[in-house]
């Protein structure tokens, strides 16, 4: 996952959480805290790319 669609993915999550609290909404606020933190998981995962990134994430 690129860095730009990982960020744009994490936004529209958190969005959707703070819409789904502001309007009452609890399936809307955890499908968006939901969507957040898999953007999240995907970005941390090395890619093929910079295959350092996990050795960074060990020290």
Do not use: F, Y
């Not at 999550?13 to 703070?18: D, I, L, R, V």
Request: charged share 40%.
């Amino acid at each position: 996952m690129s860095k730009t669609k990982g960020l744009r993915q994490r936004i529209v999550g958190k969005a959707k959480q703070a819409v789904g609290e502001i309007i009452g909404d609890q399936e809307l606020h955890e499908d968006g805290k939901a969507e957040a933190e898999r953007s999240r998981e995907e970005q941390d995962k090395p890619s093929e790319l910079n295959p350092l990134k996990k050795l960074n994430q060990l020290t």
